[in-house]
């Protein structure tokens, strides 16, 4: 198994990310063990499996609810610490045999690029895109409040998303790698713009993907209305995300931490655990607030370069320069 690189590459007075390499992709050091990463990637799903996929900050969180919703009815879920390392978990820092017990069909959640999501043609993909601007706005709050990131101005942090040197590497290089498959049976394409704009068209989107009898299901008007409700932005909020405050856990102490993160909710929570704004607005346009003109015009040339040529060219034009700023 290949040793983790560690990214050296800055200079002593530039603000560093605390990074690895594994199989040439950035992942976050923190909680993070690169032998689970690997053995995850190489998992062999079967027909019966489930992915949640998308880049950091495109809205995996909310569609995991909305799949635990369709799943069970509209029932009143589980916390988030619980959907996202229990009930979905989230294979890079909970590893594969998270999903051992799971009952079938089996959901689990990546962040990971097509090559090298574990993959068959017989599994199932939801794949979630945000508009890119959103998205690098959403991440660097997400980093600002994450235990043992480095905090910085927007403008610093954007010239590392705009090089792909942050956890899970370029966002533009990530999509189009899912999107080539978007017209395969067994993905599903969505966008966070969509989801927000019609929830109950998506959701009876996923329910279809999903097999006849979630179909079904949300045809009935109290699931739906259920569904719509336990997956809402507010009250996913109101549920609330904790982390651990170790942020130098090791070895054992990591897989410790993981097993617990995923038992927390607002009732439960211990001191060795920190409410943080995990859910911070979910606004489309959000960006507008940050963007300066200049770093408008920036982002817009690197989304020109980045999708040229290629299936998405057209995808997400250019913004105009407006901003409040």
């Not at 029932?75 to 051992?100: C, R, V, W």
């Not at 097509?114 to 939801?126: D, G, R, T, V």
């Not at 999708?307 to 034009?317: A, D, I, R, S, Y």
């Amino acid at each position: 198994m290949a040793e983790p690189k560690k990214d050296m590459s800055k200079s002593d007075d530039e603000p560093k990310y605390p990074l690895i390499k594994i199989r040439d992709l950035y992942f976050p050091e923190f909680f993070l063990v690169p032998e689970i990463v690997e053995a995850m990637m190489d998992y062999k799903p079967t027909k019966d499996d489930i992915f949640i996929v998308t880049y950091p900050k495109c809205g995996t969180t909310w569609a995991q609810f909305l799949v635990w919703e369709i799943m069970h009815k509209g029932a009143y879920p589980p916390s988030p610490n619980q959907i996202m390392f229990q009930h979905i978990p989230f294979l890079e820092f909970t590893g594969i045999d998270a999903i051992k017990n799971l009952p079938k069909p089996r959901v689990m959640k990546t962040h990971l690029p097509f090559h090298l999501q574990p993959y068959s043609p017989s599994a199932k993909y939801i794949y979630i895109a945000r508009n890119p601007w959103d998205c690098s706005v959403s991440y660097y709050h997400h980093h600002q409040m994450e235990p043992g990131m480095p905090q910085m101005e927007f403008d610093q942090y954007l010239k590392f998303f705009m090089k792909g040197e942050i956890g899970w590497g370029d966002f533009f290089d990530h999509v189009l790698s899912w999107f080539k498959h978007k017209n395969d049976p067994n993905v599903l394409f969505l966008t966070y713009e969509d989801m927000k704009k019609d929830t109950r068209k998506v959701i009876v989107q996923i329910a279809q993907f999903l097999g006849e009898s979630y179909y079904q299901d949300v045809q009935n008007e109290e699931i739906m209305e259920n569904c719509i409700k336990h997956s809402n932005f507010k009250f996913l909020k109101s549920l609330g995300m904790f982390f651990p405050t170790n942020v130098n856990a090791q070895g054992n102490e990591i897989s410790d931490a993981v097993k617990q993160i995923g038992t927390v909710d607002r009732n439960t929570a211990v001191e060795t655990f920190k409410e943080v704004e995990f859910f911070r607005k979910g606004e489309i346009g959000d960006w507008r607030n940050h963007f300066s003109q200049d770093q408008i015009k920036a982002f817009n040339d690197h989304l020109i370069n980045k999708l040229k040529g290629t299936e998405m060219e057209n995808f997400w034009k250019p913004v105009e320069k407006e901003t409040s700023l």
